[in-house]
């Protein structure tokens, strides 16, 4: 992700819709423009909330010359005659006004999609938040996080961190931060495990492990202790998602050399040697059925099932289910 600098800028796109992301962009923004002017105003706003009479007025030069920070949020859902609205006043920004427009990168009208490509043509400064989803991805936010906070990490302490936090961007961050402090700044493997002591034993990765490899009695243990601590409902269904696609792709390429795999597959090499082992109990049949089923636990966890942890305990004992069931 890129930064703003200290420069005011009149104009400023944050585009995606990865929160954490989203969220220290418009800090960012905000922190440039009370360089120049400590007190300069935030004034947030949904665009669908908006008029463009309201908008007018939102981004009128202040009478008595107070800066001000607008931020549009929502900007994909604005309707024709908003997103004109905002380009008109895009196109000659008042004088001290910082326009900031929010968008994930959609849109359900033509215009709303289109305007992440018109603000560009007119030179807003742009900030990438798009979601991580690829583990590349997320081991380099890892380093960038730990490297923000003033400290290094090497590859095995980014994926012990990995391991046992999960994939929630705020945990992480805050964790990354955490190490630095107290390890003086140089975060390894042994330095994260010291520091989750405990908490990798109830981590979504546990339960997702034991699932895939059919172990039903620890599998069910290791996601009641997880649920009784507190282990976000959708972070453990992550987990076992990551599981099983990382064994659908890895046995794809069967048993070849797990560090010339690595580079082939984006993942590291101690990952793809796990899965390895863990596939042998798997056919592409169940793997596909095992997608299945890791795919509604997605929607479940996110507000489709009456009861989560019942939908977890579910798709735990259906993924023992398929494991060596060969077809």
Known sequence: MSSPSVVRDPLHLILGDEELLVERALHETVGAARAADPETELRRIKVSELTPPELDELLSPSLF?????????????????????VLSHARQPA????????????????????LPGALR?????????QKITKPAQREAFVKDEVRRAGGRIDAAGVSALIETVGFDLRELSSSASQLVADTGGKVDENAVRRYHRGRAEVTGFVVAEKSVTGDR?????????????GV????????????????????AYGRGDPFRLAGELGMPAWKVKKAQAQSRGWSSTTVADALQVVAALNGEVKGMAADADYALERAVRRLVDLHSTRA
């Open 121 to 129: 043509k007119l030179d807003a400064r742009v900030t990438e938040c």
């Open 232 to 251: 976000a409902h959708v972070l453990i269904a992550d987990a076992l998602a990551d599981s099983v696609r990382t064994i659908g792709r890895v046995a």
């Open 95 to 114: 004088e001290g006004v910082v326009l900031v427009v929010v968008h994930n990168g959609g849109g359900r009208g033509k215009n709303a999609k289109e």
């Open 65 to 85: 010359a107070e800066s001000r920070v607008v931020a549009l949020e929502a900007a994909q859902d604005a309707g024709k005659e908003i997103a004109e609205a």
């Open 217 to 229: 009695a620890g599998a069910l243990e290791a996601l009641r202790w997880a649920l009784q601590l």
